[in-house]
């Protein structure tokens, strides 16, 4: 059967990716921020996952606010990404794997949950920028991947709590799929910020750091927000949150927290990473 090896969390903006495309790692603004993964990269070189379902927002290249699902998976062989507006060189097409993502589809319908499920696919910062952060510097990617697109644009939004659940019944569909697979959860976006209107520029350290402990242990005490709140508190952004409690409700064993990292501010963001490890 399939098994969830464990969850990251990380920010996914996208002036991230032009950091990586000019090689600024080592530059005073972004070294703290890159010094953050390479716990992470020894994890993934030592774990060696197959597949990594990676839960993000789409910012406009796949869906619009004309036609904006809640919760949409991917179910191709391939996903293409292409740049929405930053300026990004497109990287390698990302490939998919249809039989665990036709599975997750079945099982998250019989859970009840309403899906559009798409059969093609353009993922965009929200989804690439993680993958390259991750497994940097690679020519080809070395795992397969589910992309579950979740609607963080266009109100209303769904509760923390629902995106809690959802983890939950993602965990359950994955650990019933019969290949033996290694899988890794990856929660994107965040953490607080606001890059329009009167509060332009908010950051939330404090609220930040108490989510980043909260989702470890207590992570239905996140749930209790709703979305007002999560706005008013991480700014209109930072409800990308919903996000990271999809991540953490499918790790479905003991989980331990491998490593952290939190850097402000990128981009006019709080930049966070965790490393989650999902033991049986």
């Known amino acids: 059967m399939?098994?969830?090896?464990g969850g990251i969390a990380t920010s996914h903006i996208p002036a991230i990716g032009g950091a990586i495309a000019g090689k600024r790692f080592d530059e005073p603004y972004w070294k703290p921020f890159f010094d953050g993964y390479p716990p992470?990269?020894?994890w993934l070189e030592r774990t060696r996952p197959d597949v990594a379902v990676v839960v993000y927002n789409d910012h406009g290249l796949n869906f619009f606010l004309d036609q904006m699902p809640t919760f949409a998976i991917g179910a191709a062989a391939e996903y293409q990404n292409a740049d929405e507006g930053w300026g990004l060189a497109p990287?390698?097409?990302?490939?998919?794997h249809p039989a665990l993502s036709w599975h997750l589809i079945e099982s998250l319908a019989a859970d009840e949950f309403d899906l559009t499920t798409c059969q093609e696919m353009l993922v965009d910062h929200g989804f690439a920028v993680p993958m390259q952060l991750l497994w940097p510097g690679r020519a080809t990617w070395p795992v397969r991947t589910v992309p579950v697109a979740v609607n963080t644009v266009q109100h209303p939004l769904p509760t923390p709590k629902r995106?809690?659940?959802?983890?939950?019944?993602?965990g359950k569909a994955i650990a019933s799929f019969p290949?033996?697979?290694?899988?890794v959860i990856v929660?994107?976006?965040?953490?607080?910020h606001q890059l329009?209107?009167?509060?332009?520029?908010f950051i939330n350290r404090e609220f930040?750091?108490?989510c980043m402990e909260k989702i470890v242990a207590e992570p239905a005490a996140l749930t209790r927000y709703s979305i007002p709140e999560l706005v008013e508190l991480a700014g209109s952004q930072g409800a990308e949150f919903i996000l990271w409690l999809i991540m953490r409700g499918a790790l479905t064993g003991r989980v331990t927290r491998l490593h952290a990292n939190y850097h402000i501010p990128i981009s006019n963001t709080g930049a966070g990473l965790l490393l989650l490890e999902n033991a049986a």
């Open 2 to 5: 399939a098994r969830i090896i």
């Open 187 to 192: 929660g994107t976006g965040g953490l607080s």
């Open 208 to 210: 930040d750091l108490l």
């Open 91 to 96: 990287v390698a097409p990302f490939p998919g």
């Open 179 to 183: 290949e033996d697979l290694k899988v």
């Open 40 to 42: 992470v990269h020894a």
């Open 163 to 170: 995106c809690y659940h959802l983890g939950l019944a993602l």
């Open 196 to 201: 329009d209107g009167e509060r332009a520029g």
